[in-house]
């Protein structure tokens, strides 16, 4: 479907932009590749949030650009897009960075806006409602953050197997110049995910049980857990059944100063987790220069196996401890694994890429050259 008009007006959909979870990062990336596009004042970008203050996203991002929050509540939330409809028509882009907001965006797509729906990952590996399959037929773009994601989404959902679905990867941030020398790492495996109940697919479980076996060998190696979450009490208890006290570090939440030290120390970055739905944790630590290891999944799209990294399957524990046993033990490879990874970093997942490549989508100025 061509576009009709050149828009005057983008409206972001997101269940969140100041948190430090995966949705926040991407709805500010998001944000931040359209800023670049609109140079006439004319023009307008809102982004309409489910939860977080208009506090939080001026100290975060861009006080020019409104930050309309519903304080969490989702029936003021949905009731938006019906008030909205309208102010935006024809000359609108709808930018819903998750699944479960398409139903906000129902008015507007009735009202002739160009409806964009990002597909990120677990949310969407589901058989979709009927209000959600109707609206996502006749949606302007469908994005995809991974090809794994997009396999898996019309797996479970195949009458849109026909239906074109855009990938296009993640960026953050631009490249790290003042990467320090690698030899100064220390020897510790750093796991940056939350510790959520719903969530234990991330892999904190199996580094915990695989741990006495990575000390039995490598007395020295501790693990650093970085992140917080309702399941935290559990993991430290089980920490401590399995005698790991004094080799697992619970650090809880971070700031992002503090994140960048550790994947700045750390001897490699590892979360095998084989529901991720992109990663944007590796590309943080490539960008820091780090060696990773990442599930079977989305991270393969990511991680270069045995050229930034290590891909491993955790359905098998062995195949898990031989990758941290070969990277903790050789630090001649995992420096050279994460100079590669900067480098890839900086052809690839910067965020001047990541805009490069949604313009483009978007057909809009700024994704050509």
Request: proline share 5%; charged share 20%; hydrophobic share 45%.
């Amino acid at each position: 479907m061509t576009p009709p008009q050149k828009s005057e007006h983008v409206l972001i959909l997101t269940p969140g932009a100041t948190g430090a979870d995966g949705i926040s990062t991407m709805t500010r990336a998001v944000t931040r590749a359209m800023r670049y596009e609109w140079h006439d004042p004319l023009r307008e970008i809102v982004v309409w949030a489910l939860a977080g203050t208009e506090t939080e996203w001026q100290s975060l991002s861009w006080p020019e650009i409104p930050y309309r929050s519903a304080g969490g509540k989702k029936v003021r939330f949905a009731t938006w897009g019906m008030q909205a409809v309208g102010h935006y028509g024809p000359e609108t882009i709808v930018i819903v960075t998750h699944i479960h907001l398409l139903a906000v965006a129902l008015p507007l797509l009735l009202r002739g806006a160009r409806i964009v729906v990002f597909l990120n990952g677990i949310e969407v590996w589901r058989p979709l409602t009927a209000l959600e399959t109707w609206i996502l037929r006749r949606v302007w773009r469908v994005i995809a953050i991974s090809f794994h994601t997009a396999t898996r989404f019309t797996a479970m959902n195949p009458a849109f197997t026909a239906r074109e679905i855009h990938v296009c990867h993640l960026g953050i941030g631009e490249p790290d110049e003042t990467i320090d020398d690698q030899t100064n790492r220390e020897n510790f495996a750093l796991i940056v995910a939350r510790m959520a109940a719903e969530e234990r697919y991330k892999g904190h479980d199996l580094l915990l049980e695989l741990w006495p076996r990575i000390q039995a060998e490598i007395p020295a190696a501790t693990l650093v857990i970085a992140g917080d979450g309702n399941d935290r009490s559990r993991l430290t208890a089980k920490a401590g059944d399995l005698g790991l006290k004094e080799a697992v570090t619970f650090l809880g939440g971070v700031s992002d100063e503090t994140l960048v030290a550790l994947y700045r120390r750390c001897a490699i970055l590892v979360m095998p987790s084989p529901y991720e739905g992109f990663g944007l944790v590796f590309l943080e630590a490539m960008r820091a220069g780090t060696a990773c290891i990442g599930g079977v999944g989305a991270a393969a799209e990511v991680i270069e196996h045995e050229v930034t990294g290590l891909i491993v399957d955790p359905r098998q524990p062995d195949h898990v401890r031989e990758a941290l046993l070969l990277l903790l033990r050789d630090s001649a490879c995992r420096q050279r694994m994460g100079a590669a990874g900067a480098v890839r970093f900086a052809r690839y997942f910067t965020a001047k890429q990541f805009r490069r490549r949604l313009l483009a989508l978007l057909e809009l100025e700024g994704g050509r050259g």
